[in-house]
């Protein structure tokens, strides 16, 4: 199995080349804003525009979107080690990060979105960011240190997003069991609370 520290970085560093093309895409070079994004992105730059220009005052429009490119990593990096950690441990309801043979070599959540969207088996990650927003959501009132607490907290590009999944399920399983692997934004009363709740289900 792959290397956890080594492999982080690797995720750092995929995230890291993704979020300049998201930027792009949404019509946001590394120092100018081209005043129109990428058709179907239009939402999207209408929301992380803001940001960018409230940093832009205070570091300049390069080191803004360098700011962005960062934060937004960071974030992404956190939330989706955080799903799988509550994973390994039996915390959350399905997976969502974890994939399996019986459910398509998807987890089990992606599984059940594409069985009533199929239309999403055509679409670039098949689905990926939706099934995910809609769980960030979710955890948002239970963790919000780690689901709520970022305006940097927009996902990647969907096949960059499975890209990503993917060196996370190549880390060991055991790793994900190990006490240190979970920081302070990952608060342990709500975690041993869903680890009661998945007892009771059992």
């Known amino acids: 199995m792959a290397d956890l520290e080594k492999t982080i970085i690797q995720i750092r ?11 792009k895409q949404c019509g946001i070079t590394e120092s100018n804003d081209t005043g129109n994004s990428v058709a179907g992105f239009e939402e999207l730059r209408s929301r992380i525009l803001p940001i960018i220009l409230a940093d832009e005052k205070q570091l300049g429009a390069k080191e803004a979107r360098k700011k962005f490119v960062q934060e937004a990593s960071f974030t992404t990096l956190n939330r989706l080690v955080g799903l799988k950690v ?19 070599g998807k987890s089990e959540a992606h599984f059940l979105y ?14 990926i960011n939706t099934v995910l927003e809609e769980i960030f959501q979710t955890l948002s009132q239970e963790l919000p240190q780690l689901y709520n607490g970022s305006r ?36 342990l009363p709500v975690l041993q609370h869903r680890r009661k709740a998945a007892i009771e289900r059992q």
């Open 13 to 23: 560093e995929t995230l890291e080349r993704s979020y300049p093309l998201l930027l």
């Open 86 to 104: 509550m994973e390994a441990r039996g915390l959350i309801e399905r997976t969502y990060v974890t994939k399996n043979i019986d459910t398509g």
């Open 114 to 127: 594409l069985s009533r969207n199929p239309q999403a088996n055509s679409e670039p990650g098949q689905g």
């Open 152 to 187: 940097y907290g927009f996902l990647p590009r969907p096949n960059d997003t499975v890209t990503v999944i993917d060196l996370i399920n190549s880390i060991a399983q055991e790793e994900w069991l190990k006490d240190d692997i979970i920081d302070n934004r990952l608060d």
